[in-house]
């Protein structure tokens, strides 16, 4: 599905709650970017990373940060986004943060919202508004089968 993302602000904080890390967002620089294009935006009065899928890309928009060390704590963040107008109605979109990231880029935690589950009619799909999953060990359709009505 085809989906832009705004990222307005972001802050990383440590599990001894003593120090915090701001985030620039106007620079793309601090971000490996993967089937994706950012630009830096105005959102709302706010500098934005706004990203987009590219052309030919998958339908997973990533923006890795590099070089930020960060093991437990709070990560806040404000995002924002769209469906591209050529998806379908019935495409619902994610928007997620990956966290705990290992070089291989393949073992990561993440949780994610799906804007359009959290206006649906039915209430199972309103569970499903906001997911959680643990990769590769932990994928959203494992803890969905075992768990079919919590997730």
Not at 27 to 55: C, M
Request: aromatic share 8%; hydrophobic share 35%; charged share 25%.
């Amino acid at each position: 599905m085809k989906m832009s993302l705004l990222f307005v602000a972001a802050v990383l904080c440590c599990a001894d709650q003593t120090s915090a890390e701001h985030i620039s967002l106007a620079n793309r620089g601090s971000f490996e970017l993967h089937t994706t294009q950012a630009e830096t935006v105005i959102y709302r009065g706010r500098h934005a990373l706004k990203l987009t899928e590219k052309p030919v890309g998958s339908g997973q928009l990533l923006a890795i940060l590099r070089g930020h060390p960060f093991r437990n704590g709070t990560i806040d963040v404000d995002v924002a986004g769209a469906r591209a107008a050529t998806a379908a109605e019935s495409d619902r979109g994610f928007i997620g943060i990956a966290f705990r990231m290992q070089s291989d880029e393949v073992h990561y935690e993440c949780i994610y919202i799906r804007p359009t589950n959290g206006r649906a009619q039915d209430q199972l799909r309103r569970n499903h508004s906001t997911q959680y999953e643990s990769l590769p060990d932990w994928p959203w359709y494992r803890l969905r089968k075992e768990n079919p009505r919590r997730l």
